[in-house]
Every structure is written in C-alpha cells, then in structure tokens.
C-alpha cells in the first residue's frame, strides 16, 4: 500500500524560508517522478514542481528561482526546499506519486497517489 507522509508546513514571515518533505513507501520510489502540487482556499490545486527518476526537474513559473525539488533516493524522501517565501505562496502542499510505473511527469492526476499534505502560511 502505498503511503506519502508530507512535513515541515509551518507558518513563517514573508521573505523566510521552509523545507517541506515528503515520505514515500509501498512502491518503487527510485524508479518514478514525483511531484508537489498546493491549494489555496478558494483555488484550484496546481503543480509547484516534479522531479523524474533522473533529477530532471520542472517548476511552475510562480516558483522558478524561489523553490528547489530533491529527492533522496536512499531515504526514499522527496523534498521541496522554499526560499524567499510570498504571501501568495499560503497553500496546503501535497506530495504525489504516479500509479503505475512514470519515470517522468509534468503533471499528475486524481488517480495518482496523493499525501494528505502540509500547510504553509506566509505572513507579511
């Protein structure tokens, strides 16, 4: 069974920085993309940044030079480091693993598995 365990939502002052994990078990975590997806009350949830079995690594415009994506294979443990955080980054963050066999993605779907995430609030 599949398990995505998010941590590190906290709430921080606009310009600081958080580090938000996620831990994966029940499948193959080496061998897949993964991801990291927000919502904001009153939005549609939207892709922050993936990351494929090879370290390639895609960001939405809004967080391009702002957020890293890593992952530790060995730890099976993604990760999403936030720096010079805004007020318009206030979200739950939600980790996400393909079903089935994805070794890259831009995107994912309902039928992913997803984490019951973390919230971050951005204070001015």
């Known amino acids: 069974q599949v398990h995505l365990v998010e941590s590190g939502g906290a709430l921080v002052q606009a310009g600081g920085s958080l580090r938000l994990s996620c831990g994966a078990s029940?499948?193959?975590?080496?061998?897949?993309?993964m991801g990291w997806y927000r919502q904001a009350p009153g939005k549609e949830r939207e892709v922050v940044a993936t990351?494929?079995?090879?370290?390639?690594?895609y960001y939405a415009e809004s967080v391009k030079g702002r957020f890293t994506v890593s992952r530790d294979n060995a730890k099976s443990t993604l990760y999403l480091q936030m720096d010079s955080l805004r007020q318009e980054d206030t979200a739950m963050y939600y980790c996400?693993?393909?079903?089935?066999?994805?070794?890259?993605?831009?995107?994912?779907?309902?039928?992913?598995?997803w984490g019951q995430g973390t919230q971050v609030t951005v204070s001015s």
């Open positions: 996400v693993a393909p079903k089935g066999f994805k070794p890259a993605a831009i995107r994912f779907d309902e039928s992913d598995y």
């Open positions: 990351i494929s079995n090879a370290d390639s690594k």
């Open positions: 029940g499948f193959s975590f080496r061998f897949n993309a």
